[in-house]
């Protein structure tokens, strides 16, 4: 599979990258990396995004993850290795990249679920991440971005 376009060469997609890495700067001392990386994983696992799942699972290995619970992430509501925060975190991401496919969106019970783990700062960096997150695996499943060849650190 070979991408649409070479994205990551092109002058105004690297604008458009520039600003979402920025968005997603601003909430990396918010949240737990774990947390972070979990998010990232889930949604695009559900996205269907094999270069961002490449990505992060990489970089969660990197950052000292165990390969169990990544191996898990898709099936976390079986496993019980998640702490009760992380739940509620890869909740909120689920119902949150999953808006169309649940009337009203993000249900109630999740947000309070979550406001109970995280104060509002972290409440924002979580809607902002899961936001970022889905706009990245966006880009690179419309593109058909090729999935495997990420090394951690490859993007500064």
């Not at 979990?38 to 799942?53: D, E, H, M, P, Y």
């Not at 990249?97 to 969106?105: E, L």
């Amino acid at each position: 599979m070979e991408a649409r376009i070479d994205y990551f060469g092109n002058a105004l997609a690297g604008k458009v990258m520039k600003h979402l890495s920025s968005t997603g700067a601003a909430v990396r001392t918010a949240l737990p990396v774990a947390t972070q990386e979990l998010v990232k994983i889930r949604a695009s696992q559900i996205n269907g995004c094999g270069f961002c799942t490449d990505m992060h699972t990489k970089d969660a290995l990197a950052a000292g993850e165990e390969q169990q619970r990544l191996n898990l992430v898709a099936v976390w509501r079986e496993a019980t290795i998640f702490t009760d925060a992380e739940r509620a975190a890869l909740e909120l991401t689920e119902q949150g990249t999953r808006i169309a496919d649940g009337a009203g969106g993000v249900s109630d019970e999740a947000w309070a679920n979550a406001a109970k783990h995280y104060d509002d700062d972290q409440l924002a960096a979580l809607i902002s991440l899961i936001a970022v997150i889905n706009a990245y695996n966006r880009i690179n499943v419309i593109n058909r971005q090729p999935a495997g060849d990420y090394t951690p650190g490859m993007f500064g």
